[in-house]
């Protein structure tokens, strides 16, 4: 199994290859030249350590075995806060798969608790390398979940860079609070997208990482750039199916329908490479917010970023530009790398692409798109649990308006599944307003404890006396000052 670049730029890498690079240094994101066949049949009534062992082994066979069933590990050994790391719940007639019960209460667990372990195996292929310097950029929750999974961990630093005024008070909080000795977080005056472009500037800046490669310093992402981040992802969808069998809300071999809160395409992608690999999914839903710049892209065949970018209660999903959405054109144009090369170039000169009419209908014939509004997303949770007493986080809350929209307009009534991708206690203040705006009280602690008082949930053990933990944070800073800003911390005596 090699991995080759979504522009055609690049030589064939192995596996270990491509997670130690991160993206492709010249641009472009790597992805496995096939999709192994995977049959739930031949998964049916194994466990989720076991499934993932067999889905890291056939897509990195030149890992050694002991290290895919290490890696697996992760999932049953504690660090998840139920025997099952992802169950699936039914509300009403929707199954809404839990991905939040690990340590930050965020979906983002589900790869980032698995990837320091590939990326501990991935490295040795670099030479002159002591170190790995993970450079993070998030919109909020894969920053908390990275440093988690790096905290501390030999020969790596990590530092994480988020939108200053984009992030919740719990997610800041989470951060800024993390104690490792190899742990750095940075506000940065912007939003998410120029974080990320500063980050992904850096990874293309061959300069700059000669630079750090005389230091035996080389840098990494822990970003859904980086395949060892989608790899993880793909084994939930193949456990809600059979979870769906074994409780007989699908019966075998029936198909389901998935529903994923999307921000940088990456959970949705990892989906769509689980039904490519025979996983019974008939339709992909992608659900957006208010920066719908996907939903717009399904619709024309256009990508355009030039457009007001909306901070809102959904902050993981405020993003225009989708990193993973490469990855999916590159399958859908029949993977052409010169198309994508040139879209992505356009996107960079032009702020805007438009894809050929061949291309749009095979991405709308795999993903149909929607996308919520504020007020909708207050209306859902507030009706969900008033239902079902089932209590919605916003970003969740999206991808269940999206799916009644769908229910409504196609009148299609196959299970569907929808990926829950937060705690609810992550975004008290908004759940709240939903749920009973006359409870919300001026300080999002005091929210966290009013939505618990009110539901009866408990707040997640990695939430719990936060606002009290000493805050580590660095200064703010432009995005433009980030290659300094990295010199100036990493190799002090250039
Ligand atoms: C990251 C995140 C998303 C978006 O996932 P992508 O893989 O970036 O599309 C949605 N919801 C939550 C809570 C997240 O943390």
Redesign the pocket.
Known sequence: MLYESTRGNFPDQTGKEAIALGMVPVGGLFVPKELPQIHWEEVRGISYPELAQLIFKRYLPDFPEEKCVETSKIYTDGVFDSDNPAPLVNVGDMGILELWHGPTA???DMALQALPHLLGESMQVLTHTDKVLILVAT????GKAALEGFKNVEGTEIMVFYPEHGVSTVQEQQMTTTDGVNTKVVPVVGNFDQCQSAVKEIFGNPDLREKFKEQGIAFSSAN?INWGRLLPQIIYYYWAYLQGVESQRIRPGEKMNVV?????????LAAYYAKEMGLPIHQLICASNENNVLTDFFSQGVYNRKRPFFVTS?P??D?LI?S?FERFLYEVSGRDGSKVGKWYDDLQALGEFTVDSDTLAKARKAVIAGWAGEADVLAVIQSVYKEHAYVL?P?TAVAVKVYQDYLRESGDNTFTMIAS??SPF?FAKTVLEGIDADALEDDEWANLRKLREITGWSIPKGLQGLEDKETFGLEPVQPEEIPELIQKVYIPNR
């Open positions: 965020a979906f983002k919109s909020g929750d894969t859904s994923v809160p999307t921000g940088n395409f990456g959970n949705i959904s993981s999903m993003i989708s993973n986080d970003h991708t937060a992550k």
